[in-house]
């Protein structure tokens, strides 16, 4: 089966640095997406890979291991509108994106 | 990036009747979702719309309860028929075209009493 497995709920500090993991297993890869969503709204999209590496967009970082079905998203300079849920899903070989549970992320001042 | 309308954003019915939403995206766009997610929970796919054919439905899914239009490429409708109090959550539209990302609509919190 398709499974994608994240952290329930993180605690973190503002100014601080925190990592969410995301590790996978697909019936193929075509992608991989991160999302925000703040309670109540719909999720806006944060990061893609597709190649192995690190990709940085401000504040925001997401890293791929395809060999390790592995990623995580890196948020630096913590704020107080990043506490949200932080979803990863994959784009799989029928190109559907399969989603994990979210990651809810509370900041503390 | 595309902009995606969806409306109505929330809305509150009476059980055996049925909620049309519609969405509606600024651009052409090959691949149009319709999602759901309960409070907490992450987003299941209802199915794909696809334009000028019928949708595909996800297991759990019949076109019965959740018929979906797809005029062209940058219109769907989702309709949620004969509703009870299980279909009360929030109804997600999805857009992209292949490699890139998917974009969300804004969301229809629908309440079913």
């Known amino acids: 089966g398709q499974n994608i497995d994240q952290p329930t709920e993180m605690t973190a500090t503002e100014g601080a640095i925190v990592q969410i993991n995301c590790t996978y297993q697909t019936s193929g890869f075509n992608g991989l997406f991160w999302y925000q969503q703040h309670a109540g709204e719909a999720p806006t999209f944060l990061s893609y890979?597709?190649l192995d590496g690190l990709e940085e967009k401000g504040r925001f970082s997401s890293f791929l291991s395809r060999s390790k079905g592995y990623s995580y998203l890196l948020l630096k300079e913590l704020q107080m509108k990043d506490s949200a849920s932080y979803l990863c899903?994959?784009?799989?070989?029928?190109?559907?994106?399969?989603w994990g549970a979210g990651t809810k992320l509370i900041i503390k001042p | 990036s595309a902009v995606i309308s969806q409306k109505p954003s929330r809305d509150i019915c009476q059980r055996g009747t049925s909620l049309t939403i519609q969405c509606q995206v600024d651009?052409?766009?090959?691949?149009m979702f319709w999602y759901r997610q309960q409070p907490g929970q992450s987003l299941t796919l209802i199915a794909t719309?696809?334009?000028?054919?019928?949708?595909?439905?996800e297991s759990g899914f019949v076109i019965d309860k959740f018929p979906i239009s797809r005029p062209n490429l940058t219109f769907s409708t989702l309709t949620v028929s004969n509703m009870s109090p299980e279909d009360s959550s929030i109804y997600l539209c999805?857009?992209?075209?292949?490699?890139?990302?998917?974009?969300f609509g804004q969301g229809t919190r629908l309440t079913v009493v």
């Open positions: 890979n597709v």
């Open positions: 651009s052409q766009v090959t691949m």
């Open positions: 719309a696809n334009q000028g054919s019928e949708a595909t439905y």
């Open positions: 899903a994959v784009r799989d070989s029928n190109y559907q994106l399969i």
């Open positions: 999805s857009a992209g075209s292949g490699e890139t990302e998917a974009f």
